[in-house]
């Protein structure tokens, strides 16, 4: 039985941690992508008839502040999906090794629905997330 519940413990924070990697990741790659330029780049232009020119220009896909927020605070969402998931599986292992017993039948249903309860207001706090923040001016113009 002890063996039991270390393997357990042990297979859940195995799962944690494959599933908080990626997230961890994401979030590095998307606080990289902000480039310094220099404004005195020198980029080449083309009209409709061919003819060349030059002009001074910056590249166009930086990562702008409010971008950067926006990213950090969709890899906290979805690092709370995360959770979500993993209290789902718990309560679904649980209900399912209660075996008859009342009392766990009972915590495992409430683990379900605090967790249901949880997903809930995770989806209405993203959903106004990305209302404000698709109305928000960027800092680029």
Do not use: H
């Not at 357990?8 to 941690?17: A, C, P, R, V």
């Not at 008839?49 to 979805?78: H, P």
């Not at 495992?108 to 997903?119: D, E, F, M, N």
């Amino acid at each position: 039985m002890r063996r039991l519940k270390y393997l357990t413990k042990f297979f859940l924070s195995l799962g944690l941690l494959v599933c908080l990697v990626p997230q961890a990741v994401l979030a590095i790659g998307s606080a990289t992508k902000v480039e310094l330029l220099n404004p005195n780049t020198i980029i080449d232009i083309q009209d409709q008839g061919g003819r060349s020119a030059s002009a001074f220009g910056t590249k166009t896909n930086e990562t702008t502040f409010t971008q950067y927020i926006a990213d950090i605070i969709n890899v906290f969402f979805g690092l709370l999906g995360t959770i979500f998931i993993i209290l789902v599986i718990i309560g679904g292992y649980n209900w399912m090794t209660a075996a008859g017993n009342a009392e766990k039948v009972a915590k495992a249903q409430q683990t379900l629905k605090v967790a249901i309860i949880g997903l809930i207001i995770i989806a209405s706090a993203y959903a106004i997330t990305y209302f404000i923040f698709s109305r928000l001016p960027d800092s680029a113009g």
